[in-house]
């Protein structure tokens, strides 16, 4: 919308509103919003057809890894089959020679890592429900801007956090946690594998790559990244800082645990950070290293825009922010029952 593009999104029908990501854009003249689904070819081929749009991005999926697990048709009827519903509802409305297609493609791709770092020329080992659907999205796009000329391009995007982030992602689940915690709303966190090691980047900046992949004169695929590394711990460590606590880790495994060794007096010497098996995976994806050469080179891309450090420091601010609203509201809430109760308020 800061381009000047007339917006169009999709969302579902749900009994709960899920909204609160875009509730600032909603009413701005220019985004408009329509019912469709991607398990529906009928609703998008409709969409397709009236908006008739210059460009698609095709962000849409059932994103969690370890829900896959759980979930691994609904995940390939999305993840897989939806992005061939784009696809043939663009050519349905003769839009194949126009329009110009994003596909959310994911470092989630080479899995079970067969060389660090990774570029596009590396191979893929898909290791979770989700990658092996997300393959079959990478290479439907490639058949068609083979088989029929369109301009469609899969980013290959590492992990990109911000501080709308789902909260039960890795990062966003930490955050919002050492929020929690230094403000005396929750006891302890649970994670899984804290020796994970990923390359986080800023959403928003990699939001302005996707849209320059569609910008040029060739449609191709790009790696997305920052191409700088670290663990779940050392994004764990990080965050409590911002939020002003220290920890220290002990132990190994499932009993690592992560202990407050300075902060309030209330949580010093307690125990903050805990492993759960709750949280491990049939199979993990430990080592994920971007090489954004590419998209540097291409793209004019920059790829150390935001900073580790400064991605954590502006997520844990927001969460910071957030919980500090939310118990104002909630003490406003208790101090309105009483005063009801006692009659001082009618
Ligand atoms: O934050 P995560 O759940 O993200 P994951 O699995 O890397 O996937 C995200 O990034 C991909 C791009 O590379 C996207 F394609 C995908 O849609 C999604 O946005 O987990 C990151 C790592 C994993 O290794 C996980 O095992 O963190 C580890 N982890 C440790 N404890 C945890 C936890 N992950 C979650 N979600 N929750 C935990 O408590």
């Not at 061939?84 to 110009?100: D, G, K, P, S």
């Not at 569609?214 to 191409?227: C, F, K, N, R």
Request: proline share 4%.
């Amino acid at each position: 919308m800061e381009k000047g593009y007339e917006v169009h999104g999709i969302i579902r029908r749900s009994s709960v509103d899920f909204r609160e990501r875009i509730a600032h854009l909603e009413g701005r003249p220019g985004f408009h919003l329509h019912y469709a689904d991607l398990g529906d070819s009928m609703s998008i081929v409709k969409v397709v057809g009236s908006v008739r749009p210059d460009e698609i991005y095709n962000l849409a999926a059932q994103s969690h890894v370890q829900v896959s697990f759980d979930a691994p048709e609904f995940t390939a009827d999305v993840d897989a089959v939806g992005v061939i519903r784009v696809l043939e509802a663009v050519r349905a409305c003769h839009l194949e020679q126009h329009c110009r297609i994003y596909q959310a493609s994911t470092s989630e791709l080479y899995g079970k890592v067969e060389a660090v770092p990774q570029n596009e020329e590396t191979p893929f080992h898909p290791y979770s429900p989700y990658a092996v659907a997300k393959l079959y999205g990478y290479w439907i796009v490639k058949e068609y801007r083979e088989a029929y000329g369109m301009y469609c391009c899969s980013g290959i995007l590492f992990n990109h956090e911000s501080e709308r982030r789902g909260e039960t992602f890795v990062t966003r689940k930490i955050t919002l946690a050492a929020a929690r915690i230094a403000q005396g709303h929750q006891e302890k966190l649970f994670l899984g594998n804290l020796s994970s090691r990923r390359d986080w980047g800023y959403a928003r900046d990699y939001v302005e790559c996707m849209w320059l992949m569609l910008q040029q004169e060739q449609p191709d695929d790009y790696v997305i990244a920052t191409g700088v590394q670290h663990t779940v711990r050392e994004f764990a460590t990080l965050a409590f800082r911002y939020a002003g606590i220290e920890l220290r880790w002990e132990g190994e495994g499932a009993d690592e645990k992560g202990v407050c060794a300075a902060g309030p007096a209330r949580l010093v010497g307690k125990v903050l950070v805990a492993v759960s098996p709750d949280f491990y995976r049939p199979t993990d994806v430990v080592n994920l290293l971007g090489d954004p050469s590419k998209a540097r080179r291409c793209l004019g891309w920059n790829p150390s825009k935001t900073r580790f450090e400064e991605l954590v420091r502006l997520m844990v601010e927001s969460d910071m922010a957030k919980v500090a609203g939310e118990g104002a509201a909630a003490k406003i809430r208790t101090n309105l029952a009483e005063y009801l109760e006692k009659g001082i308020v009618k």
